[in-house]
C-alpha cells in the first residue's frame, strides 16, 4: 500500500523547493525527506521545529501535515482485502446536532421545561460526555439545547441571568462533544454561541469556560493555532488584572484556562512558558484544595498533573512525558472524569511511539484507554489518528491487538 502525506509535499512544492533542497536546508539527505513525505518515518522531535520554519508553518499545523497521511493505491499486501477510513469522527454522530444549529429558530417546539428540569438535563449532558459517553450526548444535545433555548427566551427579570447561565452550559457541552470528535467548525460555533449567553447572563467563570472551549475548536481547523493561543493569552491576562480568584468555579476556570495555555505553548515550541503556565495553575489547584469538578472542569491538583503529560507529548518530550506520569495517580480524580483517566493513555501512547518507535506499547496503552472507557478510543480523533498512525508504520509483521481495535474503532473496512 503506497502511503503519501499529500500536504507536505504540497507545501514544499508550493514554496518552490525540490525535496534536494528542502534536504539542503534542513542539513539532511534527500532521502530522509522522501521518507517522511511517503510516511514511511516520522521526524524526530528536534527535526519538527527545523521543518516548520523551513515551510512557513507552526509546529500545529505542521502536526496536522505528518498525520494527515491518505493511501495512493488501492489495496497493500500488508492489510490484505482491508481498506482504511480516515481519521476524524463517525461521520453521523454530530448530524442531529449540526441541523439543530442550522435550523433551532423555526424549529417545532419542544414541551416546555421548568428550570430544575433544564438544569438536571444539562448537568446529565456534562457528566455523560465525563464518562466518554459521546453517542449519548450527542442522542441528547439537539433536545437539551432546544429546552435551554426555550427557558432563555421566556425567562424575565431575576431568572434571565439563570437561564442563560443554563443555556451557555448547554452550549459549552455541544463545543466538547465538537472537538473532540475533531469538528472544528461545530465546536467553535457553539463555544461562539456559549460566549454570548455567558455574557448575557454576566457569569464571568463561564465566560472563561467559553473562552476555553473557543480556543480548542480553533485548535481542531487547520492554520488556527495561533489564534487560539492569542485567545487563551488575552483572556488570562484579563483575569490576571482582575482581583485574584477566591470563588471555586473560578479558580476552576481560570486553572482549566491556564492548563489550556501550557498545552499550546508547549506545541508552539515554548516548553519554558508551558512550564510557567503549569505552575500557576498548580497554585490555582494549591488554593482550590482537592481535586474537584466545578463548572465540569475536572480542575485540581491531579489535572495538572495530567497536563503536564500533555504539554510534554505536544512539545515532543517523550521521556519527560513518561517520567510525569510515572507520577501520576488518576484514582484521585473524581469518580465520574472517565473519559480524562483513558486520556491519559491515548497521550502515554503517544509518548511511546516517540521515545523509542515501540508499536507494541503504543498499542498496549490504547488498548487500556479502551477498557477504560471504549469511545475514548472510537471516537476521540487524536486516538483515531494516531491508530492510522499505527496502522501506516506497520509493514509485514503484524502488531498484536492493532487491526482488531481499528475495526472495533471504524478504521478498518
Request: charged share 20%; net charge positive; with cysteine.
Amino acid at each position: 500500500m503506497a502511503l503519501k502525506r499529500h500536504r507536505l509535499s504540497q507545501r514544499r512544492r508550493a514554496l518552490g523547493y525540490s525535496q534536494e533542497r528542502l534536504a539542503e536546508i534542513l542539513g539532511v539527505e534527500r532521502s530522509t525527506v522522501v521518507r517522511w513525505e511517503n510516511a514511511e518515518t516520522d521526524p524526530q522531535p528536534w527535526h519538527r521545529t527545523r521543518i516548520a520554519s523551513a515551510l512557513g508553518v507552526t509546529l500545529e499545523r505542521l502536526d496536522g501535515m505528518l498525520v494527515d497521511v491518505s493511501v495512493a493505491a488501492h489495496r497493500g499486501q500488508a492489510m490484505g482485502d482491508e481498506t482504511r477510513n480516515p481519521g476524524g469522527a463517525r461521520p453521523d454522530m454530530l448530524n442531529d446536532l449540526r441541523t439543530f444549529l442550522t435550523s433551532y429558530l423555526t424549529a417545532p417546539a419542544v414541551p416546555a421545561q421548568s428550570f430544575v428540569d433544564v438544569r438536571r438535563s444539562v448537568g446529565r449532558v456534562h457528566i455523560l460526555y465525563q464518562r466518554a459517553s459521546y453517542t449519548s450526548v450527542a442522542r441528547l444535545l439537539p433536545d437539551v439545547l432546544s429546552q435551554a433555548t426555550d427557558v432563555s427566551r421566556m425567562s424575565t427579570g431575576m431568572h434571565r441571568g439563570t437561564a442563560f447561565r443554563l443555556l451557555a452550559a448547554a452550549y459549552i457541552a455541544a463545543s466538547k462533544l465538537a472537538a473532540k470528535v475533531g469538528d472544528g467548525d461545530t465546536a467553535l460555533l457553539t463555544a461562539d454561541r456559549a460566549a454570548t449567553a455567558a455574557r448575557l447572563a454576566d457569569d464571568q467563570a463561564m465566560a472563561t469556560v467559553a473562552a476555553y472551549q473557543v480556543a480548542c475548536g480553533l485548535m481542531r481547523l487547520p492554520g488556527r493555532a495561533t489564534e487560539a493561543e492569542q485567545i487563551v493569552r488575552t483572556s488570562i491576562a484579563r483575569l490576571t488584572t482582575a482581583a485574584p480568584a477566591s470563588d471555586p468555579d473560578m479558580l476552576s476556570a481560570q486553572g482549566a484556562l491556564l492548563l489550556l495555555a501550557a498545552v499550546i505553548t508547549a506545541g508552539q515550541g515554548n516548553p519554558k512558558e508551558a512550564g510557567q503556565f503549569l505552575t500557576q495553575a498548580e497554585g490555582l489547584a494549591t488554593t482550590l484544595g482537592s481535586d474537584r469538578n466545578r463548572l465540569w472542569t475536572g480542575f485540581g491538583p491531579t489535572n495538572v498533573v495530567i497536563h503536564a503529560v500533555s504539554a510534554a507529548v505536544r512539545a515532543g518530550n517523550a521521556n519527560r512525558a513518561l517520567e510525569i506520569a510515572a507520577r501520576l495517580d488518576t484514582s484521585r480524580l473524581p469518580t465520574v472524569l472517565v473519559g480524562r483517566r483513558a486520556q491519559v493513555h491515548v497521550d502515554l501512547a503517544a509518548a511511546a511511539m516517540m521515545s523509542s518507535g515501540d508499536m507494541t506499547v503504543s498499542v498496549l496503552h490504547l488498548l487500556e484507554a479502551e477498557r477504560i472507557a471504549a469511545e475514548v478510543v472510537h471516537a476521540n480523533v487524536q486516538a483515531r489518528t494516531l491508530l492510522l498512525d499505527l496502522l501506516a508504520k506497520e509493514r509485514r509483521a503484524a502488531t498484536p491487538g492493532l487491526r482488531p481495535l481499528a475495526e472495533r474503532a471504524g478504521l478498518l473496512t
